[in-house]
């Protein structure tokens, strides 16, 4: 059974840093695609960053230069430097894990519960 545990969000002033991690269990870790996606109120779910199992990354326009994605194969965990925080960063952020094979498909893969960052200005 997967199971992706998120931690690290809270509140935080404009300009400030947090960093966000994802553990995961129950998967291949070296077989999956790792994303963070983030969902603001009243607002649909968007892709925040993902990496590959090799470590290739991408991000959202919106945190280029601003957000960095790591992961560590060896413990299964993924983690979100997010720095130079602004107010439009405030959401809900969700780790995602898909199969490489599915990689186009991050619907299809799984869902950790959700951090909140609330980002004051």
């Known amino acids: 059974q997967v199971q992706l545990v998120e931690s690290g969000g809270g509140l935080v002033q404009a300009g400030g840093s947090l960093r966000l991690s994802c553990a995961a269990s129950?998967?291949?870790?070296?077989?999956?695609?790792m994303g963070w996606y983030r969902q603001a109120p009243g607002k649909e779910r968007e892709l925040v960053a993902r990496?590959?199992?090799?470590?290739?990354?991408n991000y959202a326009d919106s945190v280029k230069d601003r957000f960095t994605i790591s992961r560590d194969n060896a413990q299964y965990t993924i983690y979100l430097q997010m720095n130079s925080l602004k107010p439009e960063d405030t959401a809900v952020y969700y780790c995602?894990?898909?199969?490489?094979?599915?990689?186009?498909?991050?619907?299809?893969?799984?869902w950790g519960q959700g951090t909140q960052v609330t980002v004051s200005s």
């Open positions: 995602n894990a898909v199969q490489m094979v599915l990689h186009q498909r991050p619907d299809l893969g799984s």
């Open positions: 129950g998967i291949i870790f070296s077989d999956y695609v």
């Open positions: 990496i590959t199992p090799g470590g290739s990354t």
